[in-house]
């Protein structure tokens, strides 16, 4: 079985998604890294499919694009991501660390400062709703607040990484590449302890002696 088969039996575009830090629903939805995409708009499963672009085809496809990279580099990629075995004709090579170009870099990081911004300004949302003080004289979650402060702020760079200017996104991924990095990891920490939270809880009920 050669690279193409073996891989296309072995992975399917939802891993390959994921193992490219994109994030994808329980529904199998994604935000479609092929065009500005704000919301959710590609099913991703053994194949892909997006509603918006109509961008769609296999697990190979799906990478090659991605990457920028040829369909036997892009399967050799996967190959090599999810250890699948397969024949290979060719005698053995030591192949080269590839290397990205400039293009390819800054294609990745608009793909991640984009979906990292979506996910905040979703959590946004959540923490304005979730959070809202129920009273007048309640006061004010820290998270409602940065909710309020931030929403706004948010919504620039979305519409400034859609713009079709190509000078003003480089701009902008230069200088807040680095924030977009932090909020990355404040995000990931707060669901870090979130979790612990449910955790601890659910120990807690768990260890209760019963009421005789």
């Not at 830090?21 to 479609?32: F, H, K, L």
């Not at 060719?90 to 390819?104: D, G, L």
């Amino acid at each position: 079985m050669n690279v193409f088969e073996a891989v296309k039996q072995s992975v399917t575009t939802r891993q390959a998604a994921e193992h490219f830090g994109i994030r994808v629903g329980r529904n199998e939805m994604c935000v479609c890294p092929f065009h500005a995409d704000k919301h959710p708009s590609m099913k991703v499963d053994r194949r892909f499919h997006c509603f918006g672009c109509q961008a769609d085809g296999d697990v190979i496809d799906f990478v090659s694009r991605l990457e920028a990279v040829s369909p036997k580099e892009a399967a050799l990629m996967l190959a090599q991501a999810f250890s699948v075995p397969y024949e290979d004709k060719e005698p053995p090579r030591r192949r080269k660390p590839r290397q990205e170009t400039p293009e390819q870099q800054f294609r990745r990081m608009e793909r991640y400062c984009f979906r990292v911004l979506c996910e905040y300004r979703n959590q946004l949302g959540r923490w304005k709703r979730d959070y809202a003080p129920k009273a007048p004289e309640d006061d004010w979650n820290p998270l409602f607040v940065e909710a309020l402060q931030k929403q706004d702020y948010v919504d620039y760079l979305l519409d400034t990484l859609l713009s079709p200017d190509m000078e003003e996104r480089a701009a902008l991924i230069a200088s807040y590449g680095k924030e977009v990095r932090t909020i990355e990891r404040r995000m990931a920490e707060l669901e870090a302890g979130a979790a612990a939270g449910r955790d601890g809880g659910h120990r807690s009920r768990a260890a209760a002696p019963e009421r005789p």
